[in-house]
């Protein structure tokens, strides 16, 4: 079955985000995919600002991107764009990092007046990153995205058809182009 990592750069352990990329790790795991998860706030801050390449944690964060079929990019939206530390970690992968990856962006929001960021803020970067096929990205809303008392995340169901939407295109474009697609019957 497919690998597929989340890279998540939020810098706040208790974000919303979480609670998107949550929902799509376990429905992904639900169809017997392998599943890891990179939150970029846990790889050492030094080795991000300094640019170490060479960093044991960023290079084994970059053989997971490296290992996997597919990726997703998830983010809050900061200043119109994804977090900043996000984009540290981006900018040590190397250059054809994303090359032959499947990707599906997810961010959140504070407001719908940041819909396009994932188009015109992250889209060129993974471009860059020599990405094969970047599907169709789902940005939310804050308020889309309730944290229960037991900090558990529940996601509106406008959302959560919109994700499983993305999920089942994602799902269909790494299988069909990592060769992993049951032939269509005649």
Do not use: C
Not at 136 to 141: D, E, F, I, P, T
């Amino acid at each position: 079955m497919p690998k597929v990592v989340i890279v998540t750069g939020s810098p706040n352990a208790g974000s919303r985000l979480n609670g998107i990329s949550g929902y799509v790790e376990k429905s992904l795991q639900s169809r017997g995919w392998h599943v890891d998860v990179l939150p970029v706030v846990s790889l050492p801050a030094e080795d991000l600002i300094l640019t170490r390449w060479d960093s044991p944690a960023i290079t084994k964060a970059n053989l997971l991107v490296e290992e996997a079929d597919a990726v997703i990019i998830a983010s809050p939206v900061y200043k119109a764009s994804y977090s900043g530390v996000l984009k540290t970690y981006l900018d040590l992968l190397p250059q054809k990092g994303l090359e032959g990856k499947i990707v599906l962006p997810l961010f959140i929001g504070g407001t719908i007046s940041h819909l396009l960021a994932i188009d015109y803020a992250l889209k060129p970067v993974l471009s860059a990153l020599y990405a094969r096929h970047i599907s169709q990205g789902v940005y939310a809303v804050d308020s889309q995205v309730q944290r229960t008392e037991q900090s558990q995340f529940v996601l509106d169901e406008d959302l959560t058809k919109r994700l499983d939407a993305a999920i089942g295109q994602f799902a269909e474009a790494t299988l069909l182009f990592t060769g992993q697609a049951e032939p269509l019957l005649s």
